[in-house]
């Protein structure tokens, strides 16, 4: 009653007022009574009580344990008995907490899988744990199928193996705890990376920016001088051709003075005049006038041209470390070495030699991929890197990281080598193996030989004109494989790279080798 006038006290602008639960409307507002007839029932209600209906969500549904007991629509098992395999609702459950006899019987949670706790050929409750052959059984099984074997109470197994569980659990609980510390871990090295990278390019457009702002300001000034010293020049040569074009004026004019005096025909007058006409002045000094074919500035542009293929070359020998160094960056461990030549063409690498290291009478060709013995010595230009008296040859690209390439080869004998850039370059201790600096195998038309610091290693293995070598610096792996139809390996280093490695090839004479193109 207190709620609906409290509604139509705030109907009283409109007049017009209507029940909450009908909508009827009323004019004016009319008295509200008392219900007896439903305040009667509810005092009934209230004597007698209600029992009420069991609610929907009581009864079992398609995925629930039903009651063996409940006739009609089903209500959900809550327990379930072993020993006469039925289930019970809350309500027919009550027998089994009054009765002393069934308090005794053992309950479980519900489940549909009852049956199988029945021996299916004696139909009886398995309550045996045969451990010879680790399955339930019944006490007529330890008679027949199972006589002899060692058997306990399915109860005294499970007490004895309860603690597996828990130790199961724990370990896997562990192994959940160091799963969710490695997943968060590599989180950090996401965001870490992330952070590194948009560093890194931001610095590297800084750098590259300098660069540029020094190549424009370079070119600026070169500009500038070039301007500079032509109006220094043009000047000059404007001054010099000025004074020339004057000297000429004056020729011109003594010239036609002369002429005049030469038709005089008073000689008193002839003689007084000429030592006045005939004087001339100083010629003006032409001899530092130098006039070469059309090469003033060109020289410019030579020194010009040298500086970018200076550049060029810097660039392209930098790029490779540059390119090498971001592919090196590698969060996870390292990866498993490939198991077949198309696993390793993956990491195949464009490899080229470096003629700056070659030994004078090795000839390159072939884009200076394949290197070639010969009689005569090359015009190559004197460095320091260059091999003095082994007939080898390094490549142009430091490698790191992981690579993969490979060498064919012809004649009697080949080293396949990688070698650090500071190997010595003369005598003996320069030889391919022979060093700590670097690795090789001696390839022989039916044998191989390995070689480091020295120590030889025979080798076994099918002969092949194709030897593949794949490196991974990081993780300390040097194979060499005989390629055909199949890769075989042929030997495996383990150890630990401290510099970039270049890739190194001997030729005996008569021999060649190339690298070859995989991609």
Same mark, same amino acid.
Request: charged residues 30%.
């Given at each position: 009653?207190?709620?609906?006038?409290?509604?139509?006290?705030?109907?009283?602008?409109?007049?017009?007022?209507?029940?909450?639960? $009908?909508?009827?409307?009323?004019?004016?507002?009319? !008295?509200?009574?008392?219900?007896?007839?439903?305040?009667?029932?509810?005092?009934?209600?209230?004597?007698?009580? +209600?029992?009420?209906a069991?609610?929907?969500?009581?009864?079992? *549904?398609?995925?629930d344990?039903? $009651?063996?007991?409940?006739?009609?629509?089903?209500?959900?098992?809550?327990?379930? /008995?072993?020993?006469?395999?039925?289930?019970?609702?809350?309500?027919?459950?009550? %027998?089994?907490?009054?009765? #002393?006899?069934?308090?005794?019987?053992?309950?479980?949670?519900?489940?549909?899988?009852?049956?199988? =706790?029945?021996?299916?050929?004696?139909?009886?409750?398995?309550?045996?744990? $045969?451990r010879?052959?680790?399955? $339930?059984?019944?006490?007529?099984?330890?008679?027949?199928? &199972?006589?002899?074997h060692?058997?306990?109470?399915?109860?005294?197994?499970?007490?004895?193996?309860?603690?597996?569980?828990?130790?199961?659990?724990?370990?896997?609980?562990?192994r959940?705890?160091?799963?969710?510390?490695?997943?968060?871990? +590599?989180?950090?090295?996401?965001?870490?990376?992330?952070?590194?990278?948009?560093?890194?390019?931001?610095? %590297?457009?800084?750098?590259? #920016? @300098?660069?540029?702002?020094l +190549?424009?300001?370079?070119?600026?000034? !070169?500009k @500038?001088?070039?301007?500079?010293?032509?109006?220094?020049?043009?000047?000059?040569?404007?001054?010099?051709?000025?004074?020339?074009?004057?000297?000429?004026?004056?020729?011109?004019?003594?010239?036609?003075?002369?002429?005049?005096?030469?038709?005089?025909?008073?000689?008193?007058?002839?003689?007084?005049?000429?030592?006045?006409?005939?004087? +001339?002045?100083?010629?003006?000094?032409?001899?530092?006038? =130098?006039i070469?074919?059309?090469?003033?500035?060109?020289?410019?542009?030579?020194?010009?041209?040298?500086?970018?293929?200076?550049?060029?070359?810097?660039?392209?020998?930098?790029?490779?470390?540059? %390119?090498?160094?971001v592919?090196?960056?590698?969060?996870?461990?390292?990866?498993?070495?490939?198991?077949?030549?198309?696993?390793?063409?993956?990491?195949?690498?464009?490899?080229?030699?470096?003629?700056?290291?070659?030994?004078?009478?090795l000839l390159l060709?072939?884009?200076?991929?394949?290197?070639?013995?010969?009689?005569h010595?090359?015009?190559?230009?004197? &460095?320091?890197?260059?091999?003095?008296?082994?007939?080898?040859v390094?490549?142009?690209?430091?490698?790191? *990281?992981?690579?993969?390439?490979?060498?064919?080869? /012809?004649?009697?004998?080949?080293?396949?080598?990688?070698?650090?850039? =500071?190997?010595? /370059?003369?005598?003996?201790?320069s030889?391919? *193996?022979? =060093?700590?600096?670097?690795?090789?195998?001696?390839?022989?038309?039916n044998?191989?030989?390995?070689?480091?610091?020295?120590?030889?290693?025979?080798?076994?293995?099918p002969?092949?004109?194709?030897?593949?070598?794949?490196?991974? &610096? /990081?993780? *300390?792996?040097?194979?060499?494989?005989?390629?055909?139809?199949?890769?075989?390996?042929? &030997?495996?280093?383990?150890?630990?790279?401290?510099?970039?490695?270049?890739?190194?090839?001997?030729?005996?004479?008569?021999?060649?080798?190339?690298?070859?193109?995989?991609k």
């Open positions: 009653m207190s709620c609906i006038k409290g509604f139509w006290d705030g109907e009283d602008q409109r007049k017009i007022y209507s029940c909450p639960q $009908c909508r009827e409307t009323f004019t004016p507002r009319p !008295v509200l009574k008392k219900s007896t007839m439903l305040a009667a029932l509810v005092e009934q209600l209230k004597k007698t009580g +209600l029992q009420a069991p609610a929907d969500h009581c009864y079992a *549904g398609p995925e344990v039903a $009651c063996d007991v409940c006739t009609g629509r089903k209500l959900k098992a809550i327990k379930s /008995r072993l020993t006469c395999l039925m289930s019970y609702c809350e309500n027919h459950l009550q %027998s089994h907490h009054k009765s #002393t006899k069934l308090k005794k019987h053992k309950l479980v949670e519900p489940s549909e899988k009852l049956q199988e =706790n029945i021996c299916s050929r004696h139909d009886e409750v398995m309550k045996i744990f $045969c010879t052959d680790k399955k $339930c059984i019944c006490y007529l099984c330890t008679m027949e199928d &199972h006589k002899g060692d058997t306990v109470p399915a109860a005294a197994e499970r007490t004895e193996r309860q603690r597996e569980p828990e130790v199961s659990r724990l370990n896997i609980q562990q959940i705890q160091h799963r969710e510390k490695d997943v968060k871990l +590599l989180q950090q090295e996401v965001e870490a990376v992330s952070r590194s990278a948009d560093k890194a390019v931001e610095d %590297s457009e800084k750098i590259f #920016t @300098q660069l540029i702002r +190549l424009q300001k370079r070119s600026s000034d !070169v @500038q001088q070039i301007r500079s010293q032509q109006e220094t020049e043009v000047s000059r040569v404007k001054e010099l051709q000025e004074k020339l074009q004057q000297e000429i004026t004056e020729l011109k004019r003594k010239d036609a003075e002369l002429k005049q005096l030469s038709h005089t025909e008073d000689h008193n007058q002839f003689l007084h005049n000429y030592p006045s006409v005939s004087q +001339l002045s100083e010629p003006t000094d032409s001899s530092s006038i =130098n070469r074919p059309l090469r003033y500035f060109e020289d410019v542009t030579a020194a010009v041209s040298k500086l970018r293929d200076k550049l060029q070359g810097i660039l392209r020998d930098e790029w490779t470390n540059i %390119s090498l160094a592919t090196e960056v590698d969060v996870l461990l390292p990866q498993p070495e490939p198991k077949t030549r198309a696993g390793f063409l993956k990491y195949s690498r464009e490899i080229t030699l470096n003629p700056n290291t070659a030994y004078t009478r060709s072939e884009g200076f991929r394949k290197v070639t013995y010969t009689l010595p090359q015009s190559y230009s004197s &460095h320091t890197d260059r091999f003095t008296n082994q007939w080898q390094l490549s142009r690209e430091s490698l790191t *990281g992981r690579c993969y390439w490979e060498v064919e080869w /012809r004649g009697s004998v080949v080293f396949v080598a990688v070698a650090y850039k =500071n190997i010595s /370059r003369s005598g003996e201790e030889v391919f *193996g022979r =060093n700590d600096k670097s690795w090789s195998l001696y390839c022989y038309p044998r191989y030989e390995f070689r480091f610091n020295d120590i030889k290693t025979p080798v076994s293995g002969g092949s004109s194709r030897v593949g070598v794949y490196l991974d &610096h /990081r993780a *300390g792996i040097l194979s060499f494989y005989s390629v055909s139809e199949t890769m075989t390996l042929l &030997h495996r280093v383990q150890t630990t790279f401290t510099q970039p490695l270049y890739a190194g090839l001997l030729v005996g004479g008569g021999n060649a080798a190339e690298l070859c193109k995989l």
